[in-house]
């Protein structure tokens, strides 16, 4: 069965510097979406992407989040100066159909912690 | 953004049907109620959505009251692995955000 496939699976980084998260999302897949979850809370919606731009994103992704699809496969999250409270947990996820019939298959997930 | 109300906690005996319920009493007429679970600390998995009429998958069924102000997801089997939190999502009527709640974590129990 495809699934959505994300690298690395834990990242450590200290405060101020940037880095890159990475999914693979399912190949025929049109949607595109990252969330992620601080330990122990909710699941929190960041961004939308679809046909290469963003579609929606939340109060969250600030100027220090972006978002790029820089190949056919690949779609990558951008944190430009990490700060201690973006240690959560990043989950991508795709899907082949837009709301009000879309199912987002997520992916496992990376676990960022900021030192 | 709180649109829905679920129990935090719920058992099931295995191989019993598991019942979680979900008041979403503000639903307007064109939004569409999602169920997703998360295990452990996966990446949520995708169960079932409907819009008014009951429907039913190869996980599970979903049954919407006739007002729309709530809903039930059944596992019809539980077993050990269905152990999770379970959320039920009321789908905002524009733009593509999921606003997941606190869910019902879900206990089967052998």
């Known amino acids: 069965e495809p699934e959505v496939t994300q690298t690395p699976s834990h990242q450590v980084t200290q405060m101020g510097q940037e880095v890159i998260l990475r999914c693979v999302p399912i190949?025929?897949?049109?949607?595109f979406y990252w969330y992620r979850q601080i330990l122990g809370q909710k699941v929190e919606f960041l961004v939308s992407f679809y046909n290469n731009e963003i579609s929606e994103k939340s109060e969250i992704f600030d100027d220090q989040f972006s978002v790029e699809r820089p190949d056919g496969s690949n779609f990558t999250l951008k944190i430009r100066s990490t700060k201690l409270e973006d240690s959560a947990m990043y989950f991508c996820?795709?899907?082949?159909?837009?709301?009000?019939?879309?199912?987002?298959?997520f992916g496992p997930g990376t676990r960022l912690t900021v030192t | 953004d709180a649109k829905t109300t679920q129990p935090p906690s719920m058992d099931c005996a295995e191989g019993r049907a598991a019942n979680l319920p979900c008041n979403h009493s503000t639903i307007s007429g064109n939004e569409y109620v999602y169920w997703y679970r998360q295990i452990h600390s996966q990446g949520p998995q995708y169960i079932i959505h409907?819009?008014?009429n009951n429907e039913t998958n190869e996980m599970a069924s979903l049954i919407i009251t006739e007002d729309r102000k709530s809903s039930t997801l059944i596992l019809p089997h539980a077993t050990l692995r269905d152990t999770a939190v379970y959320y039920c999502i009321v789908r905002v009527d524009t733009g593509n955000q999921f606003y997941f709640g606190t869910g019902t974590s879900l206990t089967v129990i052998p």
């Open positions: 190949s025929n897949h049109l949607y």
């Open positions: 409907g819009l008014k």
């Open positions: 996820a795709s899907s082949d159909r837009d709301f009000p019939k879309e199912e987002q298959y």
